[in-house]
């Protein structure tokens, strides 16, 4: 099978992008994670998939795999590269895109400085909807963690976000207690885990480890729940500049019940072919 495919990047978390609206595509699990491998493969921190729509008045249905060949509901960084990507292949012309994925419908919209501005939808605390094991939500949750007590954020962007305050992020144990924290018992579909310093009331520094990837140089979703559990946490106002180690995204949230917005840039790095072997 041959594959045309896409190198796009937003603040360096990489992403395959394949167009299944024009090529016919059969993927699994096992040629997501070979098309991930940053070795024998393209690379990439997530694989994503444009599709025909499958709902009356969206555009678009858009699918998202981890490197480790899961699929996900949410991808914010990801969400934007779509956003571009169908512009640049001629596949839309609108300015405004509405795409079904398996968090719900997501609206997304090309601005004329590049950047690109995604309605993320209504974050949840609801401990079942993320899904988290708790009797009720709460502000931050103690959870036991390598013989210490860790307490967190956990809510919901579509995909689970667990949000730990830390003092430096430079120096936070993100390598150590990522992997345990995403595979944590109390969250039985895995968790995106953040590691945010607040710098002030509209600025903070954040470092993610992804469920199905590991650390990558951003997240959009993790982004987004870092900068919402900061606003309920007290410590942040309702507009946030979110420094990851590959750049800022704005993030905005006016509260309970409101959909956060997140806006920042969207880059195609190369296009190709590939030809899958068989194994
Ligand atoms: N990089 C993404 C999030 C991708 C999915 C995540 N790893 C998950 O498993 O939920 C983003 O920019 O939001």
């Known amino acids: 099978m041959r594959l045309r495919f896409t190198k796009m990047h937003g603040l360096g978390n ?22 991930a491998d940053r070795r024998f493969g393209i690379g990439c921190d997530q694989v994503l998939l444009v599709e025909p729509p499958r709902l009356p008045g969206t555009d678009f249905h858009y699918r998202i795999f981890n490197a480790n060949g899961s699929e996900v509901e949410q991808c914010g960084n990801g969400a934007r590269c779509f956003a571009r990507f169908v512009r640049d292949q001629g596949l839309s012309t609108q300015d405004e895109i509405l795409v079904s994925t398996a968090a719900g419908v997501i609206r997304l919209y090309l601005e004329e400085d590049d950047q690109v501005r995604v309605n993320m939808g209504i974050p949840t605390f609801e401990p079942a909807k993320i899904p988290f094991l708790a009797d009720a939500p709460a502000l931050t949750h103690a959870l036991e963690v390598a013989g210490q007590t860790l307490h967190l954020s956990a809510l919901s962007l579509g995909n689970p976000h667990a949000v730990i305050l830390v003092e ?11 992997p345990l924290l995403e595979r944590h018992p109390r969250f039985p579909k895995r968790v995106n885990v953040g590691f945010m310093q607040v710098i002030s009331l509209d600025a903070v520094r954040l470092r993610v480890y ?57 880059e195609r790095v190369f296009v190709g072919e590939i030809e899958i072997a068989e194994e």
């Open 14 to 35: 990489d992403f395959v992008v394949l167009d299944g609206v024009r090529q016919r595509i059969a993927l699994d699990a096992a040629l997501i994670r070979r098309l």
């Open 168 to 178: 430096d992020i430079d120096t936070a144990p993100v390598a150590e207690l990522g």
């Open 210 to 266: 992804e469920r199905g990837v590991g650390e990558t140089l951003a997240c959009g979703s993790g982004a987004c729940a870092a900068a919402v559990s900061g606003q309920r946490l007290g410590l942040l106002g309702p507009s946030v500049r979110v420094s990851l180690p590959g750049g800022d995204l704005r993030i905005e949230w006016q509260g309970e019940g409101r959909p956060v917005w997140m806006s920042g840039p969207a």
